[in-house]
């Protein structure tokens, strides 16, 4: 997913932030094995696989 995202916002001022949900204890108890997850701040954009149009509608806004 990550990858993918990287190649999506290239020429745009977005960031992507990668963070091991492993390392973190509070994060793995909030998601477990629900990885890989795309998020702007508190606001997921998706779970699992890259929603490809979920992420157009997210940047859109986002631009």
Same mark, same amino acid.
């Given at each position: 997913m990550a990858e993918v995202v990287r190649e999506l916002i290239v020429g745009t001022d977005h960031q992507l932030a990668s963070v091991d949900v492993d390392t973190q204890p509070a994060l793995? =108890?909030?998601y477990g094995w629900e990885v890989p997850l795309l998020f702007d701040g508190d606001a997921e954009i998706c779970r699992h696989q890259l929603n490809l149009? =979920?992420?157009r509608v997210w940047l859109r806004a986002h631009p």
């Open positions: 793995k =108890a909030l149009s =979920a992420f």
